[in-house]
Each structure stands twice: as C-alpha cells, then as structure tokens.
C-alpha cells in the first residue's frame, strides 16, 4: 500500500502551499507525484435574482488557481517530483472523489472545516463525507491553522478497532516505514466490554487486547518502525484524544468502514468527532 501518488486539494483561503511542505518528507518512503484540485463550488458562482449564472466570476476564480498552481508546481518539478493540475466546477465531495478516481490517487490531502448539524442538513454532505465514498485514505488538515512545523507521519497514533479498515491502517503505516520516528498502538475498549461478573473474564478479555496490540507492533517492528501497545477504557473518541495528548501524537490514524445514510450523518462517527476536536491532522483509511 505504498503512497506514490497525492491529491492534495485547496481552496487557497483555507489551506496552504506551506501545508504541503512538511507532508513531502513521504519523498523519503514512495511519493512522487503530487496532483493539485481546485474545487470551484457552485455557490461561489450561484445564480443571482436579476444577475444569473456569474460566468465571468468562474472565469476569474479559474485563473487566480491557474496562476497559483503554476507557481506551486514550479517549485515541486524543482524537487523532481511529476505534478498533474485540476480545476473543476461542482460540488466538493463529487469532485475530490471524482478525481482521485481518475488520477488513482493513493493519499487524499484536504483541509477540514467544522460544520453545524443544520448546516450539515441544509447545504448537504460535510467534507468528511469524502472518506465514506473512496477507497483512498483522507489525511485531514485543520484548516485555519498555524503553518504546520513537522511532518504530521513522525509520530502518529494508530488506532485500532481490530477491523478490515484497521488492519488496512496498518498496511500504510508499514508502507511508510521510512518517515516514523515512533507510532504508538492503541485500542480503546468500552468500558461495557469489561463489564463481567468473574474478575476472571475481565482480566483475559485485557490479557486478549494485549495480545492483539503486541502482534501489531511485532508486525510493525519487523518493518523497522519503533511502536508501542496500550490499552486505554472509555469512550473511543474521548480515549484517542486523551492518548494523542500524552504521546504528543503528531497526527491520528484509523480506520473507518465507508457506512453511508442519514444516520451516519447526523449522529456522526469517531474519525468525524476526532476530526472536529483534534488540533492534528487526521489520516482516515477506509475499507476497500
């Protein structure tokens, strides 16, 4: 599951050619081929009472990316790296997924904005419905941010759910071997998953966790990367943010089934509510 190839989306306002920099240290694993995404989104441009459609404002939105990108790319052909340029018109999620499509990205890079449930409702999917419709993992990026001061792979936190998307985590987190310093393990066990009355089932369902946590190091250690297990009890989301704090996680990764409907939306997940409490990047890796 290597990362040759990023689709690295911006609205410039948002996120960053400086956001991009620190991310290229996956030079040193596989990546070499970064493809630009400007998504126009139709608001921008909407129909008007008395105006209509405002052609001339897609045309000018057209070339401050054209113009920006030139530049962009510039600098990466510097740095031998090939470069591939889009600039659509449409809807964000229908594009991003449309492109990585076409392009066979390997990496999803894009900025994520909070939104309110009536927002969410009234203006459609949220931008971290992207990671429900790909195959592609989503590295979200805090927008409005600091410029970022390290690369978000040194030292991730990979949490595990012992799902087919986690163990998918797993694959890329062994791909990329070369840019970690330190990746700590973690599972966050329910608190009602523990919940017995023999001490006795308690202590082999943590014993069972262990395990679980130290084969995925020892697989990991095997590729060269320096990984630590821990188990934490709670809430899944609270557990991870709590465990990213103490380990001074440069970024999380997890991975997430590509669940879609109503529900899911309104209720939210645990990759959605890290992404809208965390002050780090979030890697999303869902099913196949």
Not at 5 to 13: G, P
Not at 71 to 93: K, N, S, T
Not at 190 to 199: A, I, V, Y
Request: charged share 30%.
């Amino acid at each position: 599951m290597n990362i040759q190839k990023m689709l690295f989306v911006t609205r410039f306002e948002d996120i960053r050619f400086d956001d991009l920099l620190p991310i290229l240290e996956l030079r040193k694993a596989s990546l070499d081929h970064v493809v630009f995404l400007n998504v126009i989104e139709p608001e921008k441009i909407a129909l008007r009472r008395g105006i209509g459609y405002r052609k001339d404002e897609a045309v000018r939105l057209r070339e401050r990316a054209n113009v920006r990108f030139i530049d962009w790319a510039e600098q990466l052909f510097e740095q031998g790296l090939e470069v591939g340029v889009y600039i659509v018109v449409g809807p964000m999620v229908q594009q991003v997924v449309k492109a990585a499509r076409n392009e066979e990205a390997d990496l999803i890079v894009m900025g994520y904005r909070k939104k309110t449930k009536v927002r969410e409702v009234t203006e459609g999917v949220d931008i971290s419905e992207i990671a429900y419709r790909t195959k592609t993992p989503v590295l979200m990026l805090k927008e409005g941010q600091d410029i970022p001061v390290e690369c978000p792979f040194h030292r991730p936190l990979l949490a595990t759910a012992w799902s087919p998307a986690s163990n998918r985590a797993v694959e890329l987190i062994e791909s990329i071997g070369k840019v970690i310093e330190t990746v700590h393990v973690v599972h966050a066990a329910s608190e009602r998953s523990l919940k017995s009355e023999s001490s006795m089932v308690v202590q082999e369902t943590r014993k069972t966790t262990r395990k679980k946590l130290d084969d995925i190091c020892e697989r990991l250690s095997r590729s060269g990367i320096d990984a630590k297990p821990h188990v934490y009890i709670g809430e899944p989301s609270e557990e991870i943010q709590k465990a990213a704090l103490e380990f001074q996680a440069s970024m999380v990764v997890l991975g997430m089934s590509r669940r879609a409907g109503w529900q899911e939306r309104w209720l939210g997940s645990v990759p959605k509510r890290l992404m809208e409490t965390l002050q780090i990047p979030v890697l999303v890796v869902p099913t196949t």
